[in-house]
């Protein structure tokens, strides 16, 4: 009995050992899988959550771009742009919870997949979102003024659906589109020709949209 409960004694740390190592992996392993700006999920990770949706369900694709980034940087620091950014990435999570994912694609750039059942929900969700990404961010006590472009793909109900990359490309273009006229957001209904790509972006994109508010 004695040698049954020495070795029980001595395999306690061990398993303790193990479950905190187990702990520290998962904790480290989820960190890797989390922006360290923002704290939303790295592209790849948003990558699976966005084409399961995009299986399941009706499904809106979206990139947004900042507008008036590059001045709160040169105007403020970069400590000002990582305020902007991080607000930007909170609202962007808020918005889409609980039926959606976002990730930030790299500077100033954001994805996120939602499930929307028609375009007119989707064009009130875009508004929606369109004004809060444009309201004040405050650094330092100092108003940010923010502008947001936001491109949204969201195939058509007689239409075929889209694979993730093609989506991403379709709403890459929208969002190109509507910044070139200023801001605000706009919608494509359809996927162009898979043109080639520079440092994973389109080159010469181009693409307009049936639906657009500002």
Request: proline share 5%.
């Amino acid at each position: 009995m004695s040698h049954a409960l020495t070795a029980v004694s001595a395999a306690a740390p061990l398993a303790t050992g193990w479950a905190m190592h187990g702990l520290w992996f998962r904790h480290r392993l989820n960190r890797a899988r989390r922006d360290p700006l923002t704290d939303l999920p790295t592209r790849a990770a948003f990558e699976k959550h966005a084409a399961q949706l995009l299986r399941k369900d009706r499904c809106a694709v979206l990139v947004i771009d900042l507008d008036g980034f590059k001045q709160i940087n040169d105007v403020h620091g970069h400590a000002a742009g990582d305020t902007a950014i991080r607000e930007t990435g909170q609202r962007l999570a808020q918005w889409a919870e609980p039926l959606g994912t976002v990730a930030r694609l790299g500077g100033d750039e954001f994805a996120a997949a939602i499930c929307c059942p028609d375009t007119d929900t989707l064009s009130g969700e875009l508004t929606h979102l369109h004004q809060w990404l444009c309201s004040v961010v405050t650094y330092d006590g100092l108003p940010l003024p923010l502008g947001a472009s936001i491109g949204a793909y969201a195939h058509t109900p007689d239409g075929p659906a889209a694979d993730l990359a093609s989506a991403l490309r379709a709403a890459d273009e929208a969002m190109y589109g509507v910044k070139q006229t200023g801001g605000g957001w706009t919608i494509k209904h359809t996927i162009s020709p898979d043109y080639r790509t520079v440092n994973g972006r389109r080159d010469g994109r181009r693409g307009t949209a049936t639906e657009g508010g500002s």
